[in-house]
Nanobody, 125 residues
Framework: QLVESGGGLVQPGGSLRLSCAYS????????LGWFRQAPGKEREAITC????????YYGDALKGRFTISMDNAENTVYLQMTSLKPEDTGVYYC????????????????????WGQGTQVTVSS
């Protein structure tokens, strides 16, 4: 199960941190990540992380502004977003899979068995 929180309205140039509480991932090596869907656009992968070694993937357009982190003790994965732009507006989804599907390549939706309900992020002045 995945439950996101932390979305909201933020001004351009601002920062926001999304949280995702996860449960049910009992394997030694699972994957967590984030996708987003902007209005009128297809859903796109943002980032993922592998639990065993912290391997991460970032989309080129977002690398440097978005950072994923995982707190295994709290069973929470975070997405820190900085220098936000209006085009970052959309619904952000936390994703997870019990397998190490985050392998450094571009994540695909079908890689992830578990999806959160989504949280709205709006970047506007």
């Amino acid at each position: 199960q995945l439950v996101e929180s932390g979305g909201g309205l933020v001004q351009p140039g601002g920062s926001l941190r999304l949280s995702c509480a996860y449960s049910g991932f009992t394997s030694d090596d699972y994957s967590l990540g984030w996708f987003r869907q902007a209005p009128g656009k297809e859903r796109e992968a943002i980032t993922c992380m592998r639990s065993s070694d912290g391997l991460t993937y970032y989309g080129d357009a977002l690398k440097g502004r978005f950072t994923i982190s995982m707190d295994n003790a709290e069973n929470t994965v975070y997405l820190q977003m900085t220098s936000l732009k209006p085009e970052d507006t959309g619904v952000y989804y936390c994703v997870g899979d019990r397998l190490p599907v985050c392998d450094g390549d571009h994540p695909r939706e079908y890689h992830y068995e578990n999806w959160g309900q989504g949280t709205q992020v709006t970047v506007s002045s």
